[in-house]
């Protein structure tokens, strides 16, 4: 039976200090306004205390500014806020041990967000002992300890918490080359979040370590150094012992069976890593390392045929084991090793059908709660804590209140044909009614990246609610399909990547979900390349064309000193998966929209931000101005304040406002 009374009561505390509940439905005739799609997040995920006796919490504050909270997990379940800051938001928390934790702070809200490192800070459970543990641009804290050590420098990063007892936690100090710009190492401290004493725990490493991968003691397991785009993996079995060369090759690719990617360090003292696992698609598979050779087993630990490992591990720590894996494949999922979990895992799916249901335990394997982290296609993620015994509810709220499920769109994993027999992974998105829909065609930026998972997606459900018909195809170069697939994009910018955004646009054409005459291209970054792209190759296949941050010539991506790629990547992982700016400088001419810019004829939203440092407003001010003297209906706005993207909501409901508009004029209407 739900345990009603206290869902009632936790939401009238989540209410005072946060606004967690949802807004009310819509009639229906109208749909969801632009903000209830792009609003800040309402809740961040809960984390359990060791022991499983608490629950941290992000949510708002009457401010709106995320703000850290803690619940007792029995009776009165109260929620105590601890921490709020008026010029930034709480956006992720780690508990140190069963009294004390860590959280970073960001201004999410600030257009300037991407120039600085989000700030570490430790307090206790109760709200006492609050303590700065890294400098930082645009905030600081009262101190309320007599604390002498200084902060770390603001570009020290975390690496991991312990489970020794103690108050310390693993942090990564960096070392710069000339002029602070480019990362030559790293090399872990321990730090002692109470007194902020910080000393290294490494000796004798290798030179260019970067990646380091250690147990829950803070001993350092496994470590990988990149240089001249070269990455060596290196291993050694206890602290003492000295570093041993594992394997050796390109940063960018798996090389064949038996190259590993360090993952993580088990209590069982294992090292988990992805590897090539076979299959003529090359994914990576999830292996555990033999702890006394370094050698891989015959055969993985789990591998999901067409996809990449990509998950977490679920570890019972008193017990020392592994108990399951966290996954995606074209949707979130979990593997069970344990029965028992297994067991319990069909009994949630089995109250919650239609949903990916994730079940996630304190680290003590104990208590009562369990977290539930439920979402579908229509239903952004709502959290809940259950009974593992009863199953009784005690729901936390949903990150994004007043989307109703019943108002959205469906989503569907699909794989589609391109021209050279390849199969394009993609995600379409139908709205409600009959087909076919004028449809938009979302590219996703990166592009090394994976693009979409199965879930509630703000874009494109906007776009769904709006009647459009949403294709997103994770064209080759994208990550997450198989280490052939992604290598099949290199040096293919306008060409064999944007033939897959063609062939999935005429594939969703013949299969009568979008009508041929009213199709529009979308997309950032390099979805905004591909979208000018699309303009200039394909002009009969899209009728309008709405780019963000968009690159629009790729010399520029080398020239620009201001930009934030380093030179290490410029030097070795540009000319690898982009292209050389001597050698194939015509290919570079021909494939950039700025020098095309003549046969881009169609209907065109064009923005950028003023402070953009991955792909400067140059890129978009110089493609602008050459469109003036040939197409008259080019719409431009440019957000001064902003970097890679909308950083500011007040930006973000103004930019999907005005692509609302945009679409309607040119989509709406008969061709």
Not at 29 to 57: Q, T, W
Not at 623 to 649: C, F, M, Q, S
């Amino acid at each position: 039976m739900p345990i009603r009374v206290f869902g009632r009561l936790l939401r009238v505390a989540c209410l005072a200090l946060a606004t967690l509940a949802a807004q009310a439905a819509d009639s229906g005739v109208a749909p969801p306004p632009v903000e209830r799609f792009f609003a800040p997040m309402r809740l961040g995920r809960p984390v359990f205390s060791p022991d499983g006796r608490r629950l941290a919490l992000l949510a708002p504050n009457p401010k709106g500014r995320m703000q850290l909270s803690v619940m007792t997990l029995e009776p009165p379940f109260a929620v105590k806020p601890l921490i709020h800051y008026d010029n930034g938001d709480v956006v992720n928390v780690r508990w140190v041990n069963n009294d004390r934790m860590i959280y970073t702070v960001a201004d999410s809200q600030n257009a300037l967000a991407d120039r600085y490192v989000p700030t570490l800070f430790a307090i206790d459970a109760d709200g006492s002992h609050e303590l700065q543990l890294v400098a930082s641009e645009f905030v600081r804290v009262r101190e309320r300890s007599p604390v002498s050590n200084r902060l770390l420098d603001i570009d020290h990063r975390f690496l991991r918490t312990l489970r020794d007892g103690s108050d310390d936690i693993l942090m990564l100090r960096p070392s710069f080359g000339a002029g602070g710009r480019d990362l030559l190492g790293t090399v872990p401290l321990r730090l002692n979040t109470r007194t902020r004493r910080a000393a290294t725990t490494e000796s004798g490493y290798p030179e260019r370590s970067l990646h380091w991968l250690a147990d829950e003691r803070g001993v350092a397991r496994l470590l990988a150094t990149l240089h001249q785009g070269r990455r060596s993996v290196y291993r050694r079995t206890e602290g003492d012992s000295p570093w041993q060369l594992v394997q050796q090759g390109s940063a960018f690719q798996l090389s064949a069976v038996g190259d590993y990617a360090p993952f993580g360090i088990g209590p069982d003292g294992r090292a988990y890593v992805g590897a090539l696992g076979g299959g003529a698609e090359g994914s990576m598979a999830l292996y555990a390392v033999d702890p006394a050779t370094g050698a891989l087993p015959a055969e993985p630990l789990l591998s999901i045929a067409g996809f990449d490992f990509e998950g977490s591990l679920v570890f019972d720590f008193p017990k020392r084991r592994l108990l399951g894996v966290h996954y995606v494949s074209d949707a979130a999922g979990t593997a069970w090793l344990d029965p028992d979990m297994k067991a319990l895992q069909a009994r949630v799916d089995k109250l919650y059908p239609g949903r990916v249901n994730r079940l996630d335990l304190p680290e003590c394997h104990c208590g009562r709660w369990m977290l539930l982290t439920s979402f579908s296609d229509r239903q952004p993620v709502v959290y809940h804590l259950l009974d593992r015994e009863s199953l009784a509810q005690m729901t936390l709220g949903p990150v994004a209140p007043g989307i109703e499920a019943r108002q959205m769109a469906e989503q569907d994993f699909v794989r589609i044909p391109a021209r050279d027999g390849q199969s394009i992974p993609a995600y379409v998105t139908r709205p409600q009614g009959k087909g076919p829909w004028p449809a938009v065609v979302l590219v996703h930026g990166g592009p090394w990246v994976r693009g979409h998972r199965w879930g509630w997606e703000p874009e494109a459900q906007f776009l769904a609610s709006r009647g459009y018909l949403v294709v997103a195809p994770e064209f080759r170069g994208s990550t997450g399909y198989g280490q052939r697939w992604f290598e099949a994009g290199w040096k293919q910018w306008g060409l064999k990547m944007q033939d897959d955004i063609a062939d999935a646009t005429r594939w969703a054409a013949a299969q009568k979900l979008a009508d041929p005459q009213r199709i529009c291209i979308a997309g950032g970054s390099y979805g905004g390349y591909a979208t000018l792209m699309g303009l200039v190759r394909d002009p009969a296949l899209y009728r309008c064309g709405v780019a963000w941050a968009a690159v629009t010539d790729i010399q520029l991506m080398f020239d620009l000193r201001w930009s934030d790629f380093n030179e290490e990547w410029k030097a070795y992982g540009m000319p690898l998966l982009v292209g050389d700016p001597v050698k194939d400088a015509a290919q570079f001419e021909a494939t950039s929209p700025l020098h095309q810019a003549a046969r881009i004829t169609r209907p065109l939203l064009l923005a950028h931000g003023g402070i953009d440092r991955r792909v400067p407003v140059e890129h978009g001010a110089r493609l602008r101005d050459a469109l003036r003297k040939t197409n008259d209906r080019v719409e431009w706005i440019g957000y001064a304040d902003e970097g890679h993207g909308w950083a500011k909501p007040e930006n973000r409901y103004d930019f999907y406002t005005r692509m609302e508009r945009f679409l309607a004029t040119h989509l709406k209407a008969e061709p």
